[in-house]
């Protein structure tokens, strides 16, 4: 007997990649009414994304592998991604919107009928027009969102959909699940590491552990009090574990500014842009203490991610100087051999920066002997030991490996200055618990540490300095 | 370069803007053929000519976006025409009309005319590929393939997707360029860099076409939001295109 609409029966679903060794998950029964909401969490590498896109109807048909079990899925399922750059398919606002409605055959008059109702609902009239890629990332992703909800498909599955924004746009796009769940418009499968927002919006929770088995499944709170310390030991977030200051951009607590007799990096007067007349960073001036903690904070595109490049010489800019280290080099001007003994740097997405074909090979690129020793020790530590993973392909990794392998690539050279763009960006709790021991241990030993982050949390933990970065100034700090 | 821009709307409801995608690019491979039936300097020239005169007044590109677009194949093109001057197989025939004496070149007219008409075809395809860019909204190309052309989805959205990478593909260049300078590895430039370069391409390839999947795409017979239908103006732009070629043809 088929469910009613909006319904989802799980019973006994797995599933192995081509060419896995162990299930991704396994063994997950559940039931979920329509209009409810699932809320899946897990640690890093635990399958929950593969859960997700394993409702959707999309793993075996487009993801290779092995599905055992059965599901059964009434009605047709909207999805949304992490990443708005590669789920966006259009050009323009409208146009996003009328792609998935063309591929379902809907009539033109129902699509000009629908398509200004869903804007509206996305708060996006007037966009329609303008392109994709010039919306904000809190923007893009309410786009994705409407484009999944334009069919008006009952079921909607959400991988991450908040991991790339920030506290402002985040808010706006729970606000919009919240709206959705009261109106009971769709059963919601979300899968989410903000968990002091995602909680509270879900009627079941599915907690995966480790080896992709089920922990619990459940009501969340009969969930927390059965498995809560179990899902900590997995390392899994709960609601008690992130507290955030009550509004998101508050003004933050500034840290004694640094002693003046000694910065490391001293930005003066910079202006940048990556294309002629769009500039990024305006006349900006900033001065970091030697061992300094500096969190960057802001909104995306306020220029967070241009100026960490800017510190450690990636970028040079089109006025104004950056000094590096007390002789006060330039360090878009030095050799790369001295410019990786002062400055690291942490790319906010770790696969856009690997270079080799495995892990070991990864870390160890361009390492002089005396760094090299460090090497297995450092890889214990983040949880990447090289006899299980040395061989493997920085590509093949799970979110979280390959931002800890990222990480590692760049402690290795132990830099004067290290800028880390988001690096808590995706960690389930231990991957964080390691990464603020490993940073405090570093700035302990006399790193000067520059983190850009929309994790508040990060900025408490480290006691950083904060500078509030907006429309490509220093706004606070 | 010509690559992936953004089009102000007064290039987009422009003439040449509404004028058929498919047709346009129909008319500048012709016209391209044509050109490659002749050496000499006056039909690329008129070619040129008109179609710089038709992007500006027609298209409504604006001066300085197509300067900076022909630049860098203009400068290609006078830099051909010297070198085929300079050193073409005329210019060592004792036979042939000495045009100038440079230090030790010999510059026949022969040459000559063989250098300014190659340097002029140069200039005349770069001049129609910026003017057919520069007019083209990328959706409206993939639509236009799929409804004037037939080509099949797959490839048009396929096509439009890769169109949109273009500027992608450069940023994931300049990370990687980032990732080797910040490990201390020398130089801009390591064969390694194109495959990492490639498996963030099929990477992101993958995501967009799980999410294209994902919202149905494929799932069934298709139906049209954009619809693109021939029009006079694309009558008139056919014929203007016919009667360019056939008149600069002429002047051989």
Known sequence: MAPPPGRIRVDGLGFTYRGGTRPAFHDVSLELAAGACLLVVGPSGSGKSTFALAIAGLVARDIPGELTGSLVVDGPVGVVFQDPASQLVMERVEDEIAFGLESLGWPRDAMRERIPQVLADAGLEGLERRRSQRLSGGQQQRLALAGALAPQPGILVLDEPTANLDPDGAAAFFARLRSLLSERRATIILVEHRVEEAWPLANLVLALGRDGAPIDVGPPDDVLARSGERMAAEGIWLPKDRVVPAQANASPIAAPPPDPGSPIVTVNGVSFGYERDVPVIHDLSLSIGRAERVALVGPNGGGKSTLGRLLVGLLRPDHGTVALDLAGHDPSRLKPAELARLGGYVFQDPESGFLANTVAEEVGLGLTPAEAVRVPGLMDRLGLPLDEFGSRSPYRLSGGEARRLSLAVALVRDPAVLVLDEPTFGQDRLGYDGLRQILRDRSDAGTTLVVATHDLRLVRDLDARVAEIRDGRVVHG | ?252
Request: a positive charge; charged letters at 15%.
């Open chain 2, 1 to 252: 370069m010509i690559v992936a821009r953004d089009l102000a709307p007064a290039q987009l409801d422009s003439l040449l803007g509404r004028t058929s995608p498919v047709l346009k690019l129909v008319i500048s491979i012709a016209w391209l053929l044509g050109l490659a039936t002749t050496v000499s300097a006056g039909p690329p020239l008129i070619v040129a000519l008109v179609v710089i005169a038709a992007g500006l007044t027609l298209g409504r590109i604006p001066g300085r976006d197509l300067a900076r677009a022909l630049a860098p194949l203009w400068l290609a093109a006078v830099g051909l025409a010297t070198f085929n001057t300079l050193f073409g197989a005329a210019n060592g025939d004792p036979g042939a009309m000495t045009f100038a004496q440079l230090g030790p070149f010999r510059v026949t007219q022969a040459a000559l005319a063989a250098g300014i008409g190659l340097g002029l075809r140069v200039a005349a395809i770069g001049a129609v590929g910026a003017v057919f860019a520069l007019t083209t909204d990328s959706t409206r190309l993939a639509d236009s393939l799929v409804q004037q052309a037939h080509v099949p989805e797959r490839f048009a959205f396929g096509a439009l997707a890769a169109y949109g990478a273009v500027p992608r593909f450069s940023e994931d260049l300049a990370t990687l360029r980032q990732a080797r300078r910040i490990r201390g590895l020398r130089g801009d430039w390591h064969p390694r860099l194109l495959v990492s370069l490639l498996v963030l391409a099929i990477r992101h390839g993958d995501r967009m076409a799980i999410a294209m999947d994902a919202r149905g795409f494929g799932s069934g017979p298709r139906t049209l939001y954009r619809q693109i239908r021939w029009g006079w103006l694309d009558l008139a732009v056919a014929v203007g295109a016919v009667v360019t070629l056939v008149l600069s043809l002429a002047t051989r």
